[in-house]
């Protein structure tokens, strides 16, 4: 994967990178829970509504509204990266010089150069969640890792979950189930809940808008399932790509085989992650015109008629 | 002529009726000061009973066509009533502008009237207890009164105290007649040799005075029905006329012996406290419990169905909204958007510990929801006994309603009011009073406090002593802050200031609750409080000692926190700048320190479970209950700290140059009271609930405010309300004290400002009150704009 050339910052393994930390989330899971996102993701849909998840090192992070042009950056960055937008009378950046140093971070005075992801290590990250006990015992909510996939810092992933739960905090894992070494499988494995992401049955449209090929996704899936595991399904609505009129019934039927699956999340397409391609230099691609409700709303329907438990959104 | 009235659209006209603009009502105003001008020279407390029995003879009276509770607290549909005894001079400067002021606007009043007002209160002159106050501060108190002490005394706010539930359960027992003989028994055992018997035997007079005149003034009622009922043409309306005018001969005289009289009975009793000393906040205390017997016995007598109480339920919460509190327009900047505030308490438990909940507490739930105005202030205990059920409905409610109810934690309360000494049975027996204040009905008295201005306090201290708006020197001198070498030194300045100000603060109010004492009392309020008739003392005058809580309201608090954390983190632990540095940034208002104030900024801020942050709030809290501590009220009651705003966080902003915090001149301080600074809670609501709950709540007395806003979506479905509740649930049960919500998105209220014309009944919580938003100042939208709304992500 292209991504790991640029992987210079992740050489402490003691230590996790992660890009968000929400307290009170209703959604993710059973409960009231505490979502820690992960950096880096072996998969690059089309739809990604967490970009700034998918690279597993930090990256630069401008919020162009936020810059009142003071030019300092410019002097200190190393590849000649920043310039002067003169239009805009604002910089930018240029993405393929910048090797995210963070050097410009360091002086920029309005915070519109920052980064996305910081470092923890275990017991720092724990103690963090673990501050909402209360609220996790009382609405049979816990910690919800995602990301990016929490699978893809296998290491720093399988303790933080294991901490947790020789604390009693329940763990749910919300992951592509792109596991390919032993490392990944087994945080899915051993995680109380799994929140599986399923795009597509089709592996030649599973690789055109993912980029890797759904196979293992679907064996890891079968054989968590057949383990017992606790499973919810999340299915990403996106027209055309992941449900369409032709695929909804196999994909039920698909579904409906599988003994350990719990309930089906249908999350409908939404544009709320586009702020953050900005702040990465990066276009987001997809748009559609499609109407999404009705869409959602008749991809329910179908999977119920198979007994699918359905839910809208996560 | 045919006309044909549901419950539903009599209702809906009657709602519709309160939705108009308030007018002003000056006969309370013109007759009590003309009470007064014929009684020179009698004792104060007759004096104040003669006027009260001289307005309930003469106020206009009226009755709707549609109403079944009848009575009006004014002369006006929705009326403001003035209280020239404690300040006259305003009104008479601004009556004329009382209707084109920038907001909480009233309609004009005719010429007769201003010509009334005119005629009368220069009585008052020299004689209103804000007068008198002005002329017995000593000039060191005056500096800090409106400045520090920024809303210091009930005095200056221009109305009587207004914190106080009476025992409405002994009313609906006994009727002003049974309470007029036990005041009658109390006065004949007394000595009249002795003079303190003496005070008491002028005291029970007055009660009786107006006990005698609430009876009179439901009997004009009662008359006035009977006159309809004659002249009425539709059979249906004169047969509801008729048991109007028989209600009200029977009620508040005698004991009510219906669900109906009951409500009438304490409607009537409500409307005289009202005129007799009305300031925000007056209660209703638990509705739900002491109305249940005869919910009950009607229920199964046939008398009522469910639907007809719950109208009549319905019909009476519209009733209380026909008071708006009318305030000079220095005031209504503090407590904008008319908060009258009817405090009704419901669920919790029983004085014997057990589940209170019943069904009316569900059926009132449901009157509000279809009433849904902002004067009935509806608080919901959150006691483990309560069910899911009951709490579900709440939610339920208040997602239709976008927030309104406030709830509070039973655990809290209960320890708090314990660890003052209360009995148990009083303790679990509490309700809320104003807009946040734990209160006993019957038992104790909680006057409402004034503001504190603290991060001013805190400029002082990193000014050594110098308003950076005024260039005053307005506390001591506690060094150059320059200078400062170390946290402890800032928090020592700090602490000094405090020192300087809590007894000043203290002299101010005990100079105020002095002259309440002689000149606000209250002998109608006070027949309702056990210890006042047996020890023959107004409520006003220590009746109740010494169950006394004297709040002392501190504002911006967490600005304070926010401050104090960031000179640590920036000054002291990363070293980015020292202390002059930092000083003359505060000075400069941050001008070209962007990267200072972009640090300043990012150093821990209140409402995120950061523990760096949230200690020191704690710290500034247990100084101002230490300092407190250290001083009495006047009726030998311990001061007690709350933590509130109202709407003060605006003015008071323009009043305090930059701030550590990262936060520039003359800007807003975090709303509410407890509730972090405005956009700066940013992890997650469970981070903010943590970050209060942590505090010492048995510290803050008078209780404090927290709001939180949420976008709708959280209510989407079954699942999420039981994790909302879940969530409420945790919060009050690990030491959180109250809560409550706008449950509205940012796009709803900028429709609001578009399309005004649509949205005239949308209510929001502004500091621990509804106010329709509407109504409120730009500013004011802006704040509550600003507020960070939580949503599912």
């Given at each position: 994967m292209a991504i790991t050339e640029k992987?210079?910052?992740?050489?402490?393994?003691e230590k996790g990178l992660v890009f968000h930390i929400i307290h009170?989330?209703?959604?993710?899971?059973?409960?009231?829970r505490t979502t820690v996102f992960l950096k880096g993701c072996p998969l690059r849909c089309a739809?990604?509504?967490?970009?700034?998840?998918?690279?597993?090192y930090p990256e630069l992070k401008y919020t162009i509204k936020d810059?009142?042009?003071?030019?300092r950056c410019i002097d200190v960055c190393p590849k000649n990266a920043i310039k002067v937008n003169p239009l805009l009378e604002k910089v930018q950046i240029d993405r393929k010089l910048c090797?995210?140093?963070g050097a410009c971070i360091g002086v920029?005075?309005?915070?519109?150069l920052q980064y996305f992801g910081t470092y923890y290590t275990v017991d720092e990250l724990f103690d963090i969640i673990k501050k909402d006990e209360q609220y996790y015992r009382s609405s049979g909510g816990g910690v919800t890792i995602g990301g990016g996939?929490?699978?893809?810092q296998p290491d720093f992933t399988y303790a933080f979950m294991k901490k947790c739960q020789e604390n009693y905090i329940h763990v749910a894992v919300d992951t592509c189930?792109?596991?390919?070494t032993e490392e990944q499988f087994r945080i899915l494995a051993e995680a109380n809940l799994l929140l599986y992401d399923l795009k597509s049955l089709d592996p030649n449209a599973h690789t055109k808008n993912t980029?890797?090929?759904n196979e293992i996704i679907l064996s890891n899936l079968k054989m968590l399932n057949g383990m017992g595991k606790s499973i919810i399904i999340r299915i990403p609505?996106?027209?055309?790509?992941?449900?369409t009129n032709e695929n909804m019934e196999i994909i039920a039927a698909f579904l409906s085989r599988?003994?350990?699956?719990e309930r089906v999340d249908l999350l409908a397409y939404h544009t709320y992650g586009t702020i953050k391609y900005e702040q990465l230099g990066r276009k987001y691609k997809l748009s559609t015109q499609a109407n999404i409700q009705e869409l959602t709303e008749k991809t329910k329907r179908i999977f119920e008629r198979y007994g699918l438990n359905v839910q809208l959104g996560g | 002529m045919v006309n044909v009235k549901t419950k539903e659209n009599r209702i809906s006209r009657l709602r519709e009726k309160m939705l108009h603009i308030p007018d002003i009502c000056i006969q309370r105003a013109y007759w009590w000061t003309k009470s007064y001008m014929e009684t020179e020279g009698e004792p104060e407390v007759i004096r104040r009973a003669k006027a009260l029995a001289k307005i309930l003879e003469n106020l206009p009276i009226y009755i709707d066509?549609?109403?079944?509770i009848v009575g009006r607290?004014?002369?006006?549909?929705?009326g403001g009533m003035l209280f020239p005894e404690i300040q006259w001079e305003y009104i008479l400067k601004e009556i004329e502008l009382f209707s084109s002021r920038d907001w909480d606007r009233c309609g004009s009043i005719s010429d007769e009237e201003k010509k009334m007002v005119e005629d009368t209160l220069?009585?008052?002159?020299?004689?209103?207890t804000w007068d008198r106050f002005n002329a017995s501060m000593p000039p060191e108190i005056r500096r800090i009164?409106?400045?520090?002490?920024?809303?210091?005394?009930s005095s200056m706010s221009g109305?009587?105290?207004?914190h106080e539930t009476i025992d409405y359960s002994r009313l609906l027992k006994k009727g002003l007649s049974g309470i007029k003989k036990e005041a009658q028994e109390k006065l004949e055992s007394l000595?009249?040799?002795k003079p303190e018997d003496f005070k008491k035997y002028q005291f029970l007079q007055a009660v009786i005075i107006t006990l005698d005149a609430a009876a009179a003034f439901a009997k004009r009622y009662a008359d006035l029905a009977s006159h309809l009922a004659a002249q009425a043409i539709n059979m249906h309306r004169k047969k509801e006329l008729d048991a109007i005018a028989s209600i009200c001969r029977r009620v508040p005289l005698n004991p009510a012996g219906s669900f109906h009289e009951a409500l009438q009975s304490i409607w009537f009793t409500h409307i005289v406290i009202r005129n007799e000393g009305w300031g925000p906040g007056l209660g209703f205390g638990r509705l739900d419990q002491y109305l249940y017997p005869f919910y009950q016995k009607d229920l199964s007598d046939g008398i009522i169905t469910r639907d007809t109480a719950r109208e009549l339920a319905s019909l009476f919460l519209i009733k209380v909204n026909d008071l708006a509190f009318i305030s000079s327009t220095v005031n209504i900047e503090t407590?904008?958007?008319?908060?009258t505030m009817v405090s009704i308490t419901l669920g919790g438990v029983t004085?014997?510990?057990?589940?209170?909940?019943?069904e009316l507490s569900y059926l009132l739930l449901e009157a509000d929801e279809q009433v849904?105005?902002?004067?009935e202030e509806i608080t919901i205990r959150v006691n483990s006994s309560n069910s899911d059920a009951f709490l579900m409905k709440a939610l339920e409610v208040l997602k239709k309603l976008r927030g309104k109810f406030k709830f509070v934690s039973d655990n809290t309360i209960i320890s708090l009011l314990l660890n003052e000494g209360r009995p148990v049975e009083h303790a679990r027996d509490y309700v809320l009073v104003g807009c946040f204040t734990p209160a006993v009905p019957s038992y104790s008295l909680d006057v409402t406090g004034g503001m504190v201005n603290a991060p001013m306090i805190l400029e002082l201290a990193l000014n050594n002593?110098?308003?950076?708006?005024?260039?005053?020197?307005?506390?001591?001198?506690?060094?150059?802050?320059?200078?400062?070498?170390s946290y402890d030194d800032v928090w020592n300045a700090f602490k000094r200031q405090v020192e300087f100000f809590v007894p000043r603060m203290v002299t101010a109010r005990n100079i105020d609750t002095q002259l309440y004492a002689e000149f606000a009392l209250c002998p109608f309020m006070s027949a309702f409080f056990k210890p006042c008739i047996s020890n023959g003392k107004d409520l006003i005058a220590g009746g109740t000692a010494p169950n006394i809580r004297e709040c002392f309201g501190f504002s911006g608090v967490p600005n304070v926190g926010d401050s104090l954390a960031a000179v640590k983190k920036v000054?002291?632990?990363?070293?980015?700048?020292?202390m002059a540095g930092l000083v003359k940034a505060l000075d400069d208002n941050f001008k070209e320190k962007d990267r200072l104030l972009q640090a300043l900024s990012k150093a821990p801020k209140f409402?995120?479970?950061?523990?760096y942050i949230d200690t020191i709030v704690n710290d500034i809290i247990a100084l101002f209950e230490a300092e407190l501590g250290k001083y009495k009220g006047l009726f030998g009651s311990k001061p007690a700290v709350a933590i509130s705003t109202g709407t003060g966080h605006l003015l008071m902003g323009t009043q305090?140059?930059?701030?550590?915090?990262g936060r520039k001149a003359g800007e807003p301080f975090a709303e509410?009271?407890?509730?972090?600074?405005?956009?700066?809670?940013?992890?997650?609501p469970t981070a903010t609930l943590r970050s209060v709950s942590k505090?010492?709540?048995?510290?803050?007395?008078g209780g404090s405010v927290l709001n939180m806003k949420f976008n709708p979506d959280v209510f989407a479905d079954e699942k999420k309300k039981v994790k909302f509740l879940s969530m409420l649930r945790t919060y009050c049960e690990s030491g959180g004290y109250h809560v409550q919500f706008n449950i509205i998105s940012g796009e709803t209220l900028r429709d609001a400002q578009k399309h005004p014309e649509n949205y005239k009944d949308l209510l929001v919580r502004v500091a621990t009150y509804s106010a329709y938003f509407v109504e409120l100042s730009p500013r004011m939208q802006e704040d509550i704009i600003a507020r960070t709304e939580f949503q599912e992500v």
């Open positions: 992987n210079k910052h992740n050489t402490d393994n009170g989330s209703f959604v993710d899971g059973y409960g009231i739809w990604c509504c967490n970009p700034e998840g998918q690279a597993s810059c009142n042009n003071c030019g090797d995210n140093c920029c005075y309005t915070g519109s996939e929490p699978t893809f189930g792109y596991a390919t980029g890797v090929s609505v996106i027209p055309r790509l992941t449900v599988l003994k350990s699956l | 066509d549609d109403e079944l607290s004014t002369g006006k549909e929705r220069p009585y008052w002159k020299g004689k209103c009164h409106g400045g520090v002490f920024f809303l210091g005394t109305v009587h105290y207004g000595d009249l040799t407590l904008a958007g008319f908060p004085p014997g510990g057990k589940d209170a909940v019943n849904a105005l902002n004067v002593g110098v308003s950076r708006i005024t260039g005053e020197q307005v506390g001591p001198a506690t060094g150059d802050p320059g200078k400062f070498k000054v002291f632990d990363d070293k980015l700048i020292d409402g995120n479970d950061i523990d305090v140059g930059a701030t550590p915090e509410g009271g407890i509730s972090p600074h405005q956009g700066r809670n940013t992890s997650g505090l010492d709540h048995l510290k803050i007395r």
